[in-house]
Nanobody
């Protein structure tokens, strides 16, 4: 599967953005999807993930109650709605995919578990 992330941009603190991750290839509905981010000078970190059927969602504590992950399997797309953005949310955001009937929390949060990655989209939050 190939992934294309989009929707990044410049926004003021308190604002919102919606990131999209469009997947090409077959069987998108069998992939668990994740979002990660990497700020300048920092390691890549987990943001959110959603299971292949959309039943299970996972969030980093830093984004819980502000970000919402969703997916539309008919459109082969995963979304990350980001509200109440903070300057510390500034980063390149990457989407990732991995097949698996069952996903554990540990797997969902581990970048090493995901096989496929998109190119990243830059989110800049100004204070």
């Amino acid at each position: 599967v190939q992934l294309q992330a989009s929707g990044g941009g410049l926004v003021q603190a308190g604002g919102s953005l919606r990131l999209s991750c469009a997947a090409s290839g077959r069987a998108f509905s069998t992939y668990n999807m994740g979002w990660f981010r990497q700020a300048p000078g920092k390691e890549r970190e987990f943001v959110s993930a959603i299971s292949w059927g959309g039943d299970n969602k996972y969030y980093a504590d830093s984004v819980k109650d502000r970000f919402t992950i969703s997916r539309d399997n008919a459109k082969n797309t995963t979304y990350l709605q980001m509200n109440s953005l903070k300057p510390e949310d500034t980063a390149v955001y990457y989407c990732a995919a991995q097949q698996g009937l069952r996903i554990t929390t540990v797997q969902a949060m581990a970048s090493a578990w995901y096989r496929y990655w998109g190119q990243g989209t830059l989110v800049t939050v100004s204070s």
